[in-house]
């Protein structure tokens, strides 16, 4: 009789099993734990957004002075727990409001890319990079890389120059839009009544922009862009672009997130999705777990293959994420649920780090063909950007002033009478 079956020796046999059984459950988990953190100091993350820079402002108002950036409260991210997730490139969102369109949009991006490029110089473990070598090279270094990019099309006030200035001060992403439109792209929101688009989701300024950021090489984000926005630039871009912090439609329907069809197209621009951890762009609810973010993983790679996956937690911007992905120091459990699912090396490795590096490498290819062409000198014209405060300078015509008191003399008559003066000022300088 098998000793299972026998009563005098089934009790011990039973209990030897369990035994054994939670042992090597035990060794399971654990060599699969050293492992995760094994494969993730091999490949440490890029991660594709973070509005760390926001809390700054509405916490700190960016005064860094008042803070250990090692340890904050209150936040889900600092450098402690960067270290401890593996994390070894952010992308930091230098977001401001939808609310500053038309107002100053530009001034508040500007004091957003200052207050990253300062936590990059005040503390040794950070270091601002603008290539894929820089990049490459603060791994070498043990750094954690900060790339900077602007969350919003809003932020370059409908200003090529403007695009083009935020380039020499480190910007390498824009997302063309956020919650709300652009006078030359459409939002996947409608929260914001601005700029309602009338079948031209992507203006012709719109296309003047995807192309300078080509030029530049600046990474396109079709995060929080309409649909026929983002299926318009990925026909018009020359470059692969990026979903920072999208997460995939057809396992959560949700307007920020990814359907199938753009997936497809977005395979063929050999672009990337980055998954974004938000509970609603996940479960669609407050609530879901680790196991609900794989499912994102495992049907978008079932679509359209690992090669186009990365990861963009969206800490700081988003209010709540999964059991177990609290902060940014757990992702070695979201990596370690993939391995369970059989994700290869070869795939995390992917995931983690190398399919971003390729488009970014692309990226500057492209910018690398296209060095012969100029700046652009593209301008939006006046009436699509609706915006009474905008001044064109020219030496005011007295005629037009006087025949138009209108609207346009409550902002713009202060500064045509500066530049008047300035202009008087500098003729008297000349004849002295
Ligand atoms: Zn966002």
Redesign the pocket.
């Known amino acids: 009789m098998p000793p299972w079956k026998s009563g005098k020796h089934a009790l011990h046999f039973w209990m030897q099993f369990l035994k054994t059984l939670v042992v090597f459950s035990l060794c399971g988990i654990i060599s699969a734990y050293s492992n995760v953190h094994e494969l993730m100091s091999s490949y440490p993350l890029i991660d594709g957004?973070n509005d760390l820079a926001l809390q700054l402002r509405i916490r700190h108002s960016n005064c860094l002075s008042r803070i250990d950036l090692h340890n904050v409260s209150k936040v889900a991210t600092d450098i402690s727990r960067l270290q401890a997730g593996h994390v070894q490139t952010q992308m930091f969102?230098v977001?401001v409001l939808c609310g500053a369109q038309q107002k100053d949009a530009v001034r508040l991006t500007l004091e957003q890319i200052d207050v990253v490029r300062r936590m990059c110089t005040e503390y040794h473990e950070f270091e601002l990079v603008t290539s894929v070598q820089e990049l490459n090279s603060s791994k070498d270094r043990g750094k954690i890389a900060c790339l900077i990019s602007i969350?919003g099309g809003h932020s370059i006030d409908s200003s090529l120059p403007a695009l083009r200035m935020f380039y020499q001060l480190g910007v390498r992403s824009m997302?063309l839009t956020?919650s709300c439109n652009t006078p030359w792209a459409e939002s996947s929101s409608d929260f914001y009544n601005v700029f309602q688009r009338q079948n031209n989701s992507l203006t012709p300024f719109g296309k003047a922009v995807v192309e300078e950021m080509n030029r530049l090489g600046m990474i396109v984000d079709l995060?929080?862009t309409s649909w026929n926005t983002t299926l318009a630039v990925l026909n018009h871009s020359k470059a692969p672009v990026i979903f920072s912090?999208s997460s995939s439609y057809s396992i959560c329907n949700h307007n920020r997130n990814v359907p199938d069809s753009l997936l497809r197209e977005l395979k063929k621009n050999q672009g990337l999705i980055m998954v974004n951890l938000h509970s609603q762009f996940i479960s669609c609810r407050d609530v879901a777990s680790i196991s609900h973010v794989a499912d994102h993983f495992d049907h978008i790679r079932k679509v359209i293959g690992a090669e186009s996956i990365g990861i963009g937690g969206?800490y700081e911007?988003a209010t709540s994420f999964p059991q177990g992905l609290e902060d940014v120091s757990k992702y070695p459990a979201l990596i370690q649920e993939l391995m369970k699912r059989n994700w290869t090396e070869y795939e995390l490795a992917g995931v983690l780090r190398n399919n971003f590096l390729r488009v970014f490498d692309k990226v500057e290819r492209v910018r690398d063909q296209l060095r012969s062409n100029l700046p652009s000198e593209v301008q939006i014209p006046l009436e699509e950007v609706q915006n009474p405060c905008r001044l064109v300078l020219r030496r005011p015509d007295p005629k037009s002033l006087l025949s138009n008191p209108s609207s346009r003399a409550e902002c713009g008559l202060p500064d045509l009478l500066i530049l008047a003066t300035v202009l008087m000022l500098s003729r008297l300088i000349l004849i002295e």
């Open positions: 957004h969102a977001y969350e997302s956020h995060s929080h912090h969206d911007g």
